[in-house]
Nanobody, 119 residues
Framework: QVQLVESGGGVVQAGGSLRLSCVAF??????YVWFRQAPGKEREFVGG????STFYADSVKGRVNISGDSNTVYLQMNNLKPEDTAIYYC??????????????????WGQGTQVAVSS
């Protein structure tokens, strides 16, 4: 059974940092992405890594870094803001190619981990 398991969420003050992890069980992937969903909002793309490249949403560029390998991926978030509060999801794809930014393009998903940033 293929599973993606996220961890590392929590409560942090504005300006603080968190590192989220995503571990794949059952298989490995070539592309991993992070999405987030705030209350009452649609799920949005945060960033991704694949084929040796990374790509980030403008809303987080300069504050986050994605790293990892074919089994485990990390989302390092710095200088967190209250608007970063959301459930963060890891998704993965087996293809070698572009990092797509739409959630419907990904089949494999984790259960999510909550991040709350207090002001």
């Amino acid at each position: 059974q293929v599973q993606l398991v996220e961890s590392g969420g929590g409560v942090v003050q504005a300006g603080g940092s968190l590192r989220l992890s995503c571990v794949a069980f059952g298989r490995t992937f070539s592309c991993y992405v992070w999405f987030r969903q705030a209350p009452g909002k649609e799920r949005e793309f945060v960033g991704g890594i694949g084929s040796g490249s990374t790509f980030y949403a403008d809303s987080v560029k300069g504050r986050v870094n994605i790293s990892g390998d074919s089994n485990t991926v990390y989302l390092q978030m710095n200088n967190l803001k209250p608007e970063d509060t959301a459930i963060y999801y890891c998704a993965a794809a087996p293809w070698i190619g572009p990092i797509y930014t739409k959630d419907y393009q990904y089949t494999y998903w984790g259960q999510g981990t909550q991040v709350a940033v207090s002001s």
